[in-house]
């Protein structure tokens, strides 16, 4: 069962060789053998997991009417709500937090009939690249223990990778689901901003964030991006009219153009990722497509502007938890300035201080104009070059991070150079695209690496087609780490 991709379980599930509660069963039963090695969960919703699950299978019993992944687990990322399952996006100051309501996405996802089983851990309030950050401790990787599994979304592609469950929901604030679904070998959608609901999403930057699907393929996540998205009369940001449709067909690739931003592949990328991602194109313009190098502009500019803006966003969005009537509060302040200061201080971990601090300097009255109103214009100068980019190419091909997964702790003292390695996901979420980060390949360390489709806005239904052409002709896809990987 734990070979059998998520659409593949619902399609055995349906076909009675195996029943929704012996599915949900033997999940929790791996995820409780297995995850004190990872940490990929922070909760596991036993009981309830249960009870849903036998109220789908009488669903599916009765005939009703399902999507693909009727009667599939899946567990979401530590900052979605779920109504009556602590909520605390792995800080301290949310310890304890159950929310009253559930997010959108979640929602949707048991009206298709899945079945929610747990929390996963991620960065603390999503602000990190490795997660490392948050309240619960760091997630593994589950083909070495050792190192990280990226960041923010690092539970959630941990416990796909690991078999843990067969499909999550993560969240991509500047390349939280593709950062880590190259470190550890998973699939996983960032969706154009506006396609998928953000209620119910605890706060980052609200003009940045997005929820989307990891998998173990490109089939599973359209899948799970046809459930989850359209229009949400809760969130205004959400533009789209109607869920995705992916149809089962690929489109052809003939006449399709991918561009090759050759200043991606300069100094600051490793050679075996370097190696592997250019690998990745050639197999596209084996299958039929035009491939063709091009210079990406305002490269420069893209991290910081994006961290501008993005700590901007975290500084407002994070005023609320002040010890008063949101988050920690310190039991022994005395006055309204030990409320703030203690609270915060002992309930904030040290990543998200410093976002916050950063965000509040940029906002400050004498460097608004500065810095915040410059990052303002680089951010529509970006996108106008995306723009100019999708008037030329259907498509852009390129990494997703400069290097393979690190050691735990090796790079927690070196902020700068943690920022640096979100600078080919960041722009993306500037300019509010949708982007598929697929792997590629292994480093000499048998360690996964993984490449980024980037589309235009709203195109995912022509990256998901050409993603799955890639996973047709290439079996990256199928590796299967080893649980509690050996640390090399």
């Known amino acids: 069962m734990f070979d059998l991709s998520a659409t593949e379980l619902s399609a055995a599930i349906k076909a009675k060789k ?3 509660t012996e599915a949900v069963s033997a999940y ?6 297995n995850d004190k090695t990872l940490n990929a969960f922070v909760t596991v919703s036993k009981e309830n997991a249960l009870a849903r699950a036998a109220e789908v299978q009488r669903r ?8 693909p992944l009727a009667g599939v687990p899946v567990a979401v990322k530590d900052n979605i709500s779920v109504k009556g399952v602590e909520t605390a996006c792995a800080s301290k100051t949310l310890g304890g937090y159950v929310p009253v309501f559930s997010a959108t996405v979640v929602e949707r ?7 929610i089983m747990g929390k996963l851990n ?5 602000m990190g690249g490795s997660s490392e950050t948050g309240a619960r401790g760091a997630v593994h990787n589950p083909w070495d223990v050792s190192r990280v599994a990226g960041g923010s979304s690092g539970g959630s592609a941990a416990a796909v990778v690991s078999g843990e469950i067969p499909a999550a929901l993560g969240s991509d604030t500047g390349g ?6 190259s470190f550890c070998g998973a699939t996983g959608i960032k969706p154009t901003y506006g396609s998928v609901s953000r209620y119910g999403l605890i706060a980052y930057a609200s003009s940045l964030d997005q929820i989307g699907p990891i998998g173990r393929d490109a089939d599973d996540c359209a899948a799970l991006l046809s459930v989850i998205s359209g229009a949400d009369e809760k969130d205004s940001t959400c533009v789209i009219k109607k869920p995705f449709d992916f149809p089962a067909d690929c489109p052809s690739a003939a006449g399709l153009k991918i561009g090759v931003p050759r200043n991606y592949f300069g100094a600051g990328i490793d050679e075996s990722v370097k190696k592997a991602v250019l690998a990745a194109a050639e197999e596209f313009k084996a299958a039929g497509y035009g491939v063709e190098d091009f210079e990406m502009p305002m490269m420069d500019y893209m991290v910081p502007a994006y961290y501008i803006i993005a700590c901007a966003e975290a500084s407002s969005n994070l005023s609320r938890y002040d010890g008063l ?4 509060r310190n039991a022994d302040a005395k006055t309204l300035s030990d409320v703030y200061r203690l609270s915060r201080s002992e309930g904030f971990g040290i990543e998200v201080k410093r976002r916050i601090m950063l965000g509040s300097f940029v906002l400050s009255s004498g460097y608004y104009d500065a810095y915040y109103k410059k990052a303002l ?6 996108k106008e070059a995306y723009d100019a980019l999708f008037g030329r190419f259907d498509m852009l091909i390129s990494p997703v991070a400069p290097t393979s997964a690190y050691k735990i702790g090796e790079n927690v003292g070196e902020p700068v150079k943690m920022y640096m390695g979100d600078i080919y996901t960041v722009s993306v979420n500037l300019a509010g695209l949708p982007a598929i980060a697929l792997p590629c390949g292994f480093d000499e360390k048998a360690l996964p690496v993984g490449f980024q489709l980037i589309g235009s806005a709203f195109s995912e239904k022509t990256l998901v087609g050409a993603a799955r052409l890639y996973q047709s002709r290439t079996d990256f896809h199928t590796r299967r780490a080893p649980t509690g990987g050996e640390p090399q």
């Open 377 to 382: 214009q680089a951010r529509y100068l970006i």
């Open 28 to 33: 929790i039963e791996r995820v409780e053998k």
């Open 325 to 328: 009537k949101y988050g920690y």
């Open 109 to 115: 996802l048991e009206q298709a009939g899945m079945i």
């Open 18 to 20: 195996i029943s929704v």
């Open 122 to 126: 991620m960065d603390e309030f999503a």
């Open 60 to 67: 599916i019993d009765g005939g009703e009417a399902l999507s």
């Open 176 to 181: 939280s689901i593709r950062q880590p679904c």
